[in-house]
């Protein structure tokens, strides 16, 4: 799921961790407030959502930073969970003409893009969907929250 962008498998994973509610309330209770998961990439892309569920799922940014420190810290998960995350993260192949591709040849990064649709910004141009940057200092929202 993190390494291929599947919305599939991550519905799948959301279900077996018990659902948006637990995964969230986990997620406050490391200390990151600045983050909502509270629907399935099926609830806000399946069929005759619309456009407005895709607003329900935000994060700050400093939220992701939060997280990803947590992550190298090690300090959330069982180490083989921990590791397993890192490895994946660094063998992820969504991102070649993403960040990964604008960094020196060899670089190592650990990274999972969003690879969304972009169906939720039909009224934005393409080249505004894909490198219009999102201020920081508001929740990263669709259409920003993925190139």
């Given at each position: 799921?993190?390494?291929?962008?599947?919305?599939?498998?991550?519905?799948?994973?959301?279900?077996?961790?018990?659902?948006?509610?637990?995964?969230?309330?986990?997620?406050?209770?490391?200390?990151?407030?600045?983050?909502?998961?509270?629907?399935t990439?099926?609830?806000?892309?399946?069929?005759?959502?619309?456009?407005?569920?895709?607003?329900?799922?935000?994060?700050?940014?400093s939220?992701?930073?939060?997280?990803?420190?947590?992550?190298?810290?090690?300090?959330?998960?069982?180490?083989?969970?921990?590791?397993?995350?890192?490895?994946?993260m660094?063998?992820?192949?969504?991102?070649?003409?993403?960040?990964?591709?604008?960094?020196?040849?060899?670089?190592?990064?650990?990274?999972?893009?969003?690879?969304?649709?972009?169906?939720?910004?039909p009224?934005?141009?393409?080249t505004?969907?894909?490198?219009?940057?999102?201020p920081?200092?508001?929740?990263?929202r669709?259409?920003?929250?993925?190139?």
């Amino acid at each position: 799921m993190v390494a291929k962008s599947d919305n599939i498998a991550c519905d799948v994973l959301i279900r077996k961790a018990g659902g948006c509610k637990v995964i969230n309330d986990f997620i406050h209770g490391l200390g990151v407030k600045n983050i909502e998961i509270v629907l399935t990439e099926e609830e806000m892309n399946g069929p005759g959502t619309g456009f407005e569920p895709q607003f329900r799922n935000w994060a700050n940014v400093s939220a992701y930073s939060q997280l990803l420190d947590i992550l190298h810290k090690g300090t959330a998960l069982s180490k083989p969970s921990n590791d397993f995350l890192m490895n994946t993260m660094l063998a992820t192949t969504t991102g070649a003409k993403r960040l990964p591709g604008l960094l020196p040849a060899g670089t190592r990064l650990r990274i999972k893009q969003a690879q969304a649709i972009p169906k939720a910004a039909p009224h934005l141009p393409p080249t505004t969907q894909e490198s219009s940057p999102c201020p920081t200092d508001r929740p990263l929202r669709s259409p920003c929250s993925y190139p």
